[in-house]
């Protein structure tokens, strides 16, 4: 009876070792599988920072990750230089357009308000002018003893168009 304990301890001695070296053995082999990924996100990782190519370096998520963010730098520098780029997807592109057909209505609208706002002021410029030139034909005007001008307006038009002073003129002329 000992020896058939003996055999089944030194047998499960053996099995245990055998686990063991089989327990062993699988964290070897998902170390090492561990230490391979850690060495291909260090070489991607260096791709991204410029030191080799991202397409064969890292897996094809990050490439569409990478190319996208280069793509969106490129179409930013455009951008800032109010231009678009191939890189730009149709949405900006889109935005883009409508953002200049906006820009060319404000400037257009601006340069209308500029030339109403100088017609305006000579508008008035030329109103004040003609007021002025009213009232001193006004003031030369001959008039009565009460102060009322002897001449209608016809009669002041033709007075001082062709030079002629309607203070000298005879009193009572129409």
Sequence with gaps: MLSSFKLY???????A??????????????IDGQK?????????????????????????AVVVYFNRAQNAGTCDQ??????????????????????????A???????DRDAAIARASNRA?????????????LAKAPRQPDGLILCDADCLRQRFEDGTDASASAAGDH
């Design 17 to 30: 070792a055998l686990a063991a070296a089989g327990v062993i053995w699988w964290q070897h082999s998902v």
């Design 125 to 137: 410029t030329d109103e004040a002018q003609q007021k002025a030139q009213d009232a001193q034909v």
């Design 78 to 103: 455009a951008l800032n230089q109010d231009a678009t780029a191939p890189e730009c997807s149709k949405a900006v592109d889109d935005l883009f357009a409508n953002y200049a057909t906006v820009k």
């Design 36 to 60: 391979a990924t850690i060495d291909k996100v260090n070489d991607c990782y260096s791709a991204l920072g410029g030191k080799g190519d991202v397409s064969t370096e890292c897996n094809a």
């Design 9 to 15: 301890a030194a047998l499960g001695v053996s099995l």
């Design 105 to 111: 209505t404000l400037q257009s609208t601006v340069a």
